[in-house]
Each structure stands twice: as structure tokens, then as C-alpha cells.
């Protein structure tokens, strides 16, 4: 069963229209991550929630923004989408900060047009 | 700043060989390393880790090879099946509150039946 899910796998949106990708947990982890990834690059972390509290990373771009309303959800808001922002994000989870392992949903492939 | 480095970029291996791929880091606050596994479409999921108190750690066919003093580590995939034919990527977290998964760039190895 999956443990990560994200909505929608694959998303094509407008140059400059905003667009909501959203992922949900079944595992009750404390924190949850935004990854972007861009093909055949590394994933790159754009934020993470522990609990309800927000880590930007310093270079994740101002038009990139989260919400996480509950546990089990989070959303990445990206406010006026590039087309350098067409890549697959992934949302991920852990129990806690240390060394526990992160699991990843399958994903969303963003398009923009 | 590249802070973890990989290689091969890609690697072809024959059927029952040994696929062998290679990461060094630079932060020596890093502390946990894990190896993760992503087919395409999917988001990464994890191999297998290490602590940097261990020099190796096996599981089935798939061996961590950790040097401290090198600051490198990689990974054994011994009789290579088409199966194994994935993105592999090396990652490494530094402990304490902000648990944060810095990845090597990846490797795409086929595995030739």
C-alpha cells in the first residue's frame, strides 16, 4: 500500500499560472520534504516541515511556497510557474530528524506550457 | 558546492557481474549514508546504509564499502541482474535537528541480460 501519495502524477500547467501539487502520508512522520528533480539531476530539497515548523532552504526560489495544514498533508504552491520549473517534485517523509530512512511518493511530473 | 560526489554517471554491466559505484564527500559532519534506488517514473526508494562506524555492511547482494579516512563509500552489486537496472544514488545526512538528505548525482546502471 502506498505510504506517499501525491496528487496529480502528472500536472501540465500555463506559463505564469499558479499551480498546487499536494502529497499525504499514512505513516504519521513527523517531517515531510519538497524535492525537485530535473531530469537525470539529484534530487534537490526545496523545503521541509518538522512538525509545523518551516525550513526553507537559501536557494529555493521566493516563487516556491508550502502549506501543511495537518500531518498528513503537505502542498507546494508554486506561485507564477517557468518553463525552468518543469520538473518531477517529490514529496518524501521521515519519522524524525536523525538517521531514519525517508520515503518518497512516486511523484509529480510538472509541465509547463 | 558539490558536497557528495558520484560516479561512474552511467555504467554498463553484463548479467551476473559486478556493478560498482562510487561516492566521496567532502562535510565530515555527515554521519549517516544511505544508497537509494529509483526506477523511472518512481521516487527513489532506499537500498541500504551506513554508519561511518562501520567499514562495510552487507545485504543479499547489495554491499556498502565505507573509508572514513578517505572520506569515500560505495557500493557492490554482486551477480548484476537486468532487474537492478535503476538510477542509483549515494546520499549522505548529517545528525542532529535538521535531518537533510544531501545526493550525489546519480548513476543509471543497465544491466544486460
Known amino acids: 500500500d502506498a505510504m506517499v501519495i501525491q496528487n496529480p502524477r502528472y500536472q501540465v500547467t500555463q506559463f505564469g499560472k499558479p499551480v498546487t501539487l499536494s502529497c499525504s502520508q499514512t505513516?504519521?512522520?513527523?517531517?515531510m520534504y519538497w524535492y525537485q528533480q530535473k531530469s537525470s539531476q539529484a534530487p534537490k530539497l526545496l523545503f521541509h516541515?518538522?512538525?509545523?515548523?518551516?525550513?526553507n532552504e537559501a536557494d529555493t526560489p521566493d516563487n516556491f511556497q508550502s502549506r501543511r495544514p495537518n500531518t498528513s498533508f503537505c502542498f507546494l504552491d508554486i506561485r507564477s510557474p517557468g518553463l525552468g520549473d518543469a520538473a518531477m517534485y517529490l514529496c518524501a517523509t521521515s519519522r524524525d530528524n536523525g538517521d531514519t530512512e525517508a520515503f518518497f511518493g512516486q511523484g509529480t511530473r510538472l509541465t509547463v506550457v | 558546492q558539490q558536497q557528495v560526489k558520484q560516479s561512474p554517471q552511467s555504467l554498463i554491466v553484463q548479467k551476473g557481474g559486478i556493478s560498482i559505484i562510487n561516492c566521496a564527500y567532502e562535510?565530515?559532519?555527515?554521519?549517516?549514508f544511505p544508497w537509494y534506488q529509483q526506477f523511472p517514473g518512481k521516487g527513489p526508494a532506499l537500498l541500504i546504509a551506513i554508519r561511518p562506524d562501520v567499514s562495510e555492511k552487507k545485504e543479499g547482494r547489495f554491499t556498502i564499502s565505507f573509508n572514513k579516512s578517505a572520506k569515500q563509500f560505495s557500493l557492490h552489486i554482486m551477480d548484476s541482474q537486468p532487474g537492478d537496472s535503476a538510477t542509483y544514488f549515494c546520499?549522505?545526512?548529517?545528525?542532529?535537528?535538521?535531518?537533510?538528505?544531501?545526493f550525489g548525482k546519480g548513476t543509471l546502471l543497465t544491466v544486460n541480460p
Open positions: 562535510n565530515t559532519a555527515f554521519d549517516y
Open positions: 546520499a549522505a545526512v548529517s545528525g542532529g535537528s535538521n535531518y537533510k538528505l544531501t
Open positions: 505513516l504519521n512522520h513527523n517531517v
Open positions: 516541515y518538522y512538525d509545523k515548523d518551516f525550513n
